[in-house]
């Protein structure tokens, strides 16, 4: 694997190793050993064109805790707003000796094109609306460490679904996984390609929570939305948040998860988000372990990942 493009590309198995080296990585972290030298004398570029805190920090983080140099590069502030293209902002960030491109762009698209003018990896962070697949790969090894499975676990993804590359990955990567996914939404946040896609679909959310092990919760996307389809908060919070009487209905075992950034009060209730059996600051801690499985599996670090460890 050179790139990490798409979370519909990863095999079962490329996937399956991507979560295990995350394990490894994990039982490190937790040892209190702050620091591998695997990846020392790489360096990783964040080439970020939309807005990010969860992501561009794990990424720095990840790349810091494997030795290798990171280089920021922000948009706003750059020579991007005098005109520069994407292509001549990845040409000379590659010609400052990037290995790899961790790239979050608005348009759909983006980290294939650049894929085909850098030398590097290129690591999607989020295209537009369409992919956001470490952000997949974190939630699945989420859900697989707190369900102890993925084979046969029943999904329920909720939400702005239509603005969504973090339902789009979760779908195609949890499907690969043996999950069984079911998107909830009202039918104007759907896109017209759901049909394509590998999972139920269903406009009911009271209906399919008592069937859920794992409930996520997407962020109604308020920056691209079109007032014309969107009713109000208040009436989506109404029918499709999940609050203190609806996360009552979810079975004893189950778990609610969230990307972020949340809304809160309107998808989630901040009594709902901060509960015991919400994964969400979790979430955000398993990022950097499986953006260092990423970069690792990606780089091909000179020693073994877990090697020269005391
Ligand atoms: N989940 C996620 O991508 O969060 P950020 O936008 O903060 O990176």
Same mark, same amino acid.
């Given at each position: 694997m050179r790139h990490l493009i798409s979370a519909g590309e990863l095999t079962r198995a490329d996937a399956l190793l991507v979560l295990d080296t995350a394990e490894e990585m994990a039982r490190v972290t937790e040892r209190s050993i702050k620091k591998l030298p695997t990846l020392r004398g790489r360096t990783v570029v964040n080439l970020f064109f939309e807005d990010s805190t969860r992501t561009r920090i794990s990424f720095e983080a990840a790349a810091k805790r494997l030795s290798a140099d990171v280089i920021n590069f922000s948009a706003k502030g750059s020579s991007v707003s005098k005109g520069e293209s994407l292509k001549d902002t990845a040409l000379t960030l590659e010609a400052m000796g990037a290995d790899a491109v961790v790239i979050r762009h608005g348009a759909s698209g983006a980290p294939h094109r650049l894929a085909n003018w850098v030398r590097g990896s290129v690591v999607n962070a989020g295209d537009g609306t369409h992919e956001h697949p470490t952000q997949a790969l974190l939630d699945a090894f989420s859900m697989r +460490? +707190?369900? *102890?499975?993925? =084979? *046969? $676990?029943? %999904? &329920? %993804? @909720?939400g702005d679904v239509l603005h969504s590359r973090v339902a789009r990955s979760n779908v195609l990567l949890l499907h690969t996984l043996g999950a069984e @996914?079911? $998107?909830?939404?009202? /039918?104007?946040?759907? /896109?017209v390609s %759901? =049909?394509?896609?590998?999972?139920? @679909? #269903?406009?009911d959310l009271d209906a399919v929570l008592p069937k859920s092990d794992v409930v996520m919760m997407l962020r109604v996307q308020l920056e691209r939305m079109n007032a014309a389809y969107f009713p109000s908060a208040r009436e989506y919070s109404r029918r499709y948040g999940l609050d203190r009487d609806r996360f009552a209905r979810l079975h004893d075992d189950a778990i609610v998860m969230h990307p972020g950034p949340m809304n809160r009060g309107m998808e989630i209730s901040a009594e709902v &988000?901060? #509960?015991? +059996? #919400?994964?969400? @600051? =979790?979430?955000?801690?398993n990022g950097v372990t499986v953006r260092m499985a990423v970069l690792y599996l990606l780089l091909g670090g000179s020693e073994p990942a877990i090697g020269g460890i005391a």
């Open positions: +460490r +707190r369900m *102890g499975r993925l =084979e *046969g $676990l029943k %999904v &329920a %993804v @909720v @996914v079911t $998107l909830v939404a009202p /039918p104007t946040l759907l /896109p %759901v =049909e394509t896609w590998p999972c139920q @679909v #269903s406009y &988000a901060d #509960s015991p +059996r #919400s994964t969400i @600051v =979790e979430q955000v801690a």
